[in-house]
């Protein structure tokens, strides 16, 4: 029986049955949009409620029954600076059970490709910038999201064990800070672009002569549409796997999705301030946290693979802010 359905150049079968975990996230929902626009038919998703990931027995029953032949591991508790001191806890330990469950089960199973989504925070808090997948445990990690950081180091540990004790052929994107439709817009627990975009938009409608900012506005972020993660994704997951072997040789097993669209946390809020169209002043509450003072990625191992994003932040945003529009509407 194969339960590998890859087409002769290694990519994946139109017809194959991927298994995508996090359909209903910001990334998984673009991963969804992308393998339907590409034509790829016998996906299979379940909500949170149908399947929880981090229940092992629910999982084992679930890939027992199902047998995909790939899986793409989008799923995960996440959230931004306020959220990961707030639970840190529940970051690390729902984190390690989805990808602990979903990773063994998976290779149980006979999946021979995978690809397991992380994060740009995996690297260490001093790394030289922009950050190349080689800083990989060179040093300790920021601590407002180290929980975080942690859990997804292990899910690329756990890719590459496998990858070298079972020969399956487990791979994993970091992406930098992403952003796009289907975002979280909670003020507390949600990532900048999303908090600024409902920030600037309710103070516009309410006339708010001032909108604050978290932190000192000085820390560096590079930003990433959704789409253009989704396109990097499924582009990493067709790769020949000679191709990703030498790329990655020796053993990495993970490859960083950058954008190179760098900018100071000011810039950006004066960037979603035009987006939104607010006329007001930008204030600078110093009693919130920075975080690292910058987090860029080398992208250019993925761009000598053939892949590039399209996305340009001004349009990105103005296309981000008219989604949450609609969701405000919807
Ligand atoms: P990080 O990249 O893991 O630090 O994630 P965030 O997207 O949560 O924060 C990025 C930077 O934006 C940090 O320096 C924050 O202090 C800053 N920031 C400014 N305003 C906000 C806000 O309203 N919400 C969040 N989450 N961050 C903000």
């Given amino acids: 029986m194969?339960?590998?359905r890859l087409d002769s150049a290694g990519a994946m079968d139109p017809e194959a049955r991927i298994f995508l975990a996090g359909?209903?996230?910001m990334v998984g929902a673009a991963i969804l949009r992308r393998l339907e626009a590409d034509g790829y038919s016998r996906l299979i998703v379940k909500s949170r409620g149908?399947?929880?990931?981090?229940?092992?027995?629910?999982?084992r029953r679930f890939f027992d029954d199902e047998k995909p032949d790939q899986v793409i591991l989008a799923a995960a508790r996440v959230g931004g600076i306020g959220a990961n001191i707030r639970f840190p806890a529940d970051f690390i330990y729902q984190n390690l059970m989805i990808e602990a469950n979903v990773?063994?089960?998976?290779?149980?199973?006979?999946?021979?490709?995978?690809?397991f989504l992380g994060s740009s925070c995996i690297y260490p808090r001093d790394a030289s910038q922009p950050m190349t997948e080689d800083a990989l445990l060179a040093g300790p990690l920021e601590p407002t999201n180290e929980s975080y950081a942690v859990?997804?180091?292990?899910?690329?540990?756990l890719c590459e064990a496998y990858n070298l004790q079972h020969g399956t052929d487990f791979r994993s994107v970091m992406p930098t800070n992403l952003y796009g439709p289907n975002d979280n817009y909670d003020p507390d627990y949600s990532h900048v672009v999303p908090a600024l975009i409902r920030r600037f938009h309710e103070a516009r409608i309410a006339g708010d002569p001032a909108v604050t900012v978290w932190g000192s506005g000085e820390p560096q972020r590079e930003f990433l549409h959704?789409?253009?993660?989704?396109?990097?994704?499924?582009?990493?997951?067709?790769?020949?796997?000679?191709?990703?072997?030498?790329?990655?040789?020796?053993?990495?097993?993970?490859?960083?999705?950058?954008?190179?669209?760098?900018?100071t946390i000011r810039e950006m809020a004066e960037l979603v301030k035009a987006a939104v169209g607010y006329a007001g002043e930008l204030r600078f509450d110093h009693t919130r946290p920075d975080g690292v003072p910058r987090k860029a990625l080398d992208g250019s191992l993925l761009r000598r693979l053939g892949w590039q994003p399209s996305w340009k932040l001004p349009a990105g945003l103005a296309a981000a802010y008219r989604n949450y529009l609609e969701k405000l509407d919807g």
Avoid: Y
């Fill in 2 to 4: 194969s339960n590998n």
């Fill in 23 to 25: 359909h209903q996230g």
């Fill in 50 to 59: 149908e399947l929880d990931l981090t229940d092992q027995q629910v999982v």
């Fill in 103 to 115: 990773i063994h089960e998976a290779f149980r199973s006979g999946v021979r490709r995978l690809l």
């Fill in 151 to 157: 859990a997804k180091v292990a899910g690329i540990k």
């Fill in 226 to 263: 959704v789409d253009d993660m989704a396109a990097a994704a499924l582009h990493v997951m067709n790769l020949a796997p000679e191709t990703w072997a030498a790329a990655t040789r020796p053993r990495l097993s993970h490859i960083n999705v950058g954008s190179g669209e760098e900018v």
